[in-house]
């Protein structure tokens, strides 16, 4: 079974919901049978690379909020990570373009760190007193190397804007076929979807419930297969 | 749109089936959108590591065929393989166990290099004249590292038994759940089946099948969902 999760690593509800997802899946039993795969969701796609903004200053600017409600709103965040035995920092953090972040989820994708960056970043931009988005690529090359992969390779990603940008769009056009709006957006063998940090209990049912209705293959061309068997090859009828 | 399939690297049909699915795929318009991926089959899992005979050999052993009729059979996969542009040796070639080549392909998989291994094991074991069973790890090593793969981790994963057998297994167990009894077997977004080396035709047919039948999602829990859009980040409900 796969699990793909639409995120953005600026999103405080894809922070909370990956640990709420997690906890599911480690009592789920069918767990070493799941894969999960991150897939790329902008929530602030149109910012530019260099506009950086502390994050409360962002949300009453962008969302029309009063700097109380967006201290508030932060407030809550901040204990629904807790709760979740994730480190929030509610005051002082940054907010900014994340195309690069997703740039480079789809390198160490191919080498198989994604997961490892995804926390990385999600750790960087939640939990960290230095920013994710002012100390410019240096910052960057230091996280992905502490996930393992090459940093002569991260900073040829980085140095190319078109590196991996295809990728970052082709999820996007994804997500928004699949009908998500908003994220997280998990997707479950491409059958279910679950919107938004719901609780552990929702993830677990989906789980469940994907896992138990996965339906037999419809077998197209039923004629003569030319393959290998354990009695032996066919011989070419054609 | 993912397409897993199912195959062994001693498989003739295997090998032509995934250039007739190739041409299919080359002229697919969404080809982009589509993902492939290997999985592990072994035709001879019984068959002992140093067990290593001549393909007629084995096959006249095996499956109780004259000589004759296994050269022959060898000459028709030698023309069908030439009908696809592939090099195909009828004679000389060796048989042996594949459950190392397998571990490596996961190994690859979790670089980025799984299509590179399958392509590079698949020419060494049908078109080159060197067996790729009888000149020990040295040999796979070298292959690997054509493949981009490190050569240390290629020793360290051949060095250990251990080393992705579970991937290699859970791939087979899967392949029994989804009725695969023999290879290659394709399947469409877990959706379609394929099974054989069929005409590029039929790939063609189920490509655009399955990608116009993609179903919606099911969503499940469509409750206050605690998540973040382009107007914002949900306020905790609860």
């Known amino acids: 079974m796969r699990v793909e999760i639409w995120s953005d690593i600026a999103c405080p509800w894809c922070y909370v919901g990956k640990a709420r997802f997690e906890k599911a899946?480690?009592?789920?039993?069918?767990?070493?049978?799941?894969?999960?795969?991150?897939?790329?969701f902008e929530l602030d796609p149109g910012r530019a690379k260099d506009d950086v903004q502390p994050v409360i200053t962002m949300l009453s600017r962008k969302y029309g909020l009063s700097e109380e409600q967006a201290r508030?709103?932060?407030?809550?965040?901040?204990?629904?990570?807790?709760?979740e035995g994730l480190a929030y920092r509610?005051?002082?953090?940054?907010?900014g373009n994340t195309f690069d972040l997703h740039r480079l989820l789809h390198l160490a994708k191919e080498h198989g760190r994604q997961d490892e960056l995804v926390q990385i970043l999600y750790r960087a931009n939640f939990a960290e007193e230095r920013s994710l988005f002012t100390e410019g690529d240096d910052r960057l090359v230091e996280l992905a190397v502490e996930a393992g992969l090459d940093a002569d390779a991260v900073r040829a990603v980085l140095a190319d804007p078109a590196a991996y940008a295809d990728e970052v769009r082709a999820d996007e056009r994804e997500a928004a076929e699949l009908g998500a709006n908003g994220v997280p957006f998990f997707v479950l063998d491409r059958r279910y979807g679950v919107s938004g940090a719901q609780p552990a209990e929702v993830f677990a049912q989906a789980l469940t419930q994907a896992w138990g209705e996965r339906s037999p293959l419809t077998l197209l061309d039923q004629g003569d297969a030319d393959a290998?068997?354990?009695?032996?090859?066919?011989?070419?009828q054609h």
Not at 74 to 83: H, K, P, Y
Not at 90 to 95: K, Y
Not at 228 to 236: Q, T
């Open 228 to 236: 290998c068997g354990p009695d032996g090859c066919a011989v070419p």
């Open 72 to 83: 508030a709103g932060e407030d809550n965040l901040g204990a629904q990570a807790a709760a």
């Open 25 to 40: 899946l480690a009592t789920f039993p069918h767990r070493d049978q799941v894969e999960v795969v991150h897939r790329s």
């Open 90 to 95: 509610t005051r002082g953090r940054d907010h």
